[in-house]
């Protein structure tokens, strides 16, 4: 079986949690007998076999973003002759995948990772472009041979927004997480040149400054923690200048009151990202919308004790007062996961923040459970046998 794997993130250029697990996916994949893996990506050409990019086209360079991924999507339909299944990821990579599925006469698997619907946010970056990403995704979620939800609180989360599609059409295949490079680096000097004092509790965020991953919460949280614990904020890439601008006032202002708040607004290589999350007294996940959350599996398989919402797909993976502390929320119901009382959210974080710094025993205690966790229950060859059961159920379904 040939599968085509479409997506626009793809090494060396990944920035989120969903090029991350394509990335890892198709490592996976290729290791199955009988499968040929090849990857559709966006932007510079890669050296990778079986792997074709592609640019957004001339004419479309100073376009709407919406207006791009469909650019490139038809081009990626055209290169789709020859494969047995087309498996896309994300709303950027699925009108490829559907339209190339109608073309070819093949079947269609998409990938949700999140779902527009519950992003409204993302109208303030795309503006009009976002009734169009949304647009696109609907048509392939409905049109899909196979849907994939990366958790059970996702896979509700598509029925709910699209009650068109055939609940036996949508399989739960978790993310994963490669432990053998996710582990536990000790490296107390590097710390330090990072600016964190490795003997003193820390809180550590890594994340895009977007309102799916709640920094603003998380910063006004941390106002309320003990004057020892530290702060290592590692995020950058604002959806929009507006949140880039409230991040940067609150970080400031926590600096004129507090030592210890580092922030880091590039991207980290591999090893320092490592470095941090071992370090860590606990990692700090403030989502306000998360299907499944690959950055607290990274936490996790590093050894260390996590705090997140209660949100999404976070309670599949976290085992509150085992693995970590979740923190409860009641969110609006219009698709933004907004706290209804923000200050009782935020609260309720930095009390949890408090209970594991202040006991680090209890922390590392957490951090061994989460690392074990990790490592039993979301390997990526179990992810690769669960996805290559799809392709065989939705070629099943699209035979005539």
């Not at 049109?143 to 939800?149: G, K, L, P, S």
Request: include cysteine.
């Amino acid at each position: 079986m040939r599968a085509d794997v479409l997506t626009r993130e793809y090494p060396p250029e990944v920035y989120g949690g969903a090029g991350v697990h394509v990335a890892e996916l198709v490592r996976a994949l290729r290791r199955l007998a009988g499968l040929d893996v090849r990857v559709h990506c966006w932007g510079s050409p890669r050296d990778e076999a079986g792997t074709q990019a592609y640019d957004v086209p001339d004419a479309l360079r100073a376009a709407n973003g919406a207006l791009q991924s469909l650019g490139v999507d038809v081009a990626m339909a055209a290169g789709l002759a020859g494969a047995d299944v087309v498996h896309s990821h994300t709303w950027y990579a699925a009108m490829a995948g559907h339209v190339g599925g109608l073309l070819h006469g093949i079947p269609h698997v998409f990938t949700a990772h999140s779902l527009e619907p519950l992003r409204p946010w993302k109208a303030e970056q795309l503006g009009g472009g976002y009734t169009v990403s949304s647009w696109v995704e609907r048509t392939a979620v409905e049109a899909a041979a196979a849907v994939i939800a990366v958790s059970d609180a996702m896979r509700a989360d598509v029925l709910r927004s699209y009650p068109a599609v055939d609940p036996g059409r949508v399989h739960v295949v978790r993310n994963g997480i490669d432990t053998s490079e996710w582990q536990p680096v000790h490296d107390p000097d590097r710390v330090r040149e990072l600016g964190l004092d490795p003997d003193r509790p820390s809180v550590v965020f890594v994340g895009r400054i977007t309102r799916q991953k709640g920094l603003p919460h998380l910063l006004r949280a941390v106002s309320s923690l003990p004057p020892e614990v530290q702060v290592m904020i590692c995020a950058g890439a604002p959806d929009t200048p507006e949140i880039g601008a409230e991040v940067e006032a609150l970080v400031a202002d926590l600096r004129t009151r507090r030592d210890g708040i580092v922030w880091i607004a590039g991207m980290l290589p591999r090893a320092d990202v490592l470095t941090l999350l071992t370090v860590a007294t606990v990692f700090a996940c403030p989502s306000v919308y998360e299907p499944l959350g690959i950055v607290n599996l990274e936490a996790m398989a590093c050894g260390t004790a996590v705090v997140a919402t209660a949100t999404g797909g976070i309670p599949e993976v976290i085992n509150d007062g085992e693995t970590g502390l979740l923190v409860p929320i009641e969110q609006a119901a219009d698709g933004t996961g907004t706290p209804l009382d923000p200050a009782r959210y935020e609260a309720d974080l930095a009390a949890a923040l408090t209970a594991v710094t202040a006991d680090p025993d209890r922390a590392a205690a957490m951090g061994e459970a989460g690392r074990a966790r990790a490592v039993q229950a979301f390997g990526w060859d179990t992810v690769a046998d669960q996805t290559r059961a799809v392709y065989a159920a939705a070629a099943i379904r699209s035979t005539p």
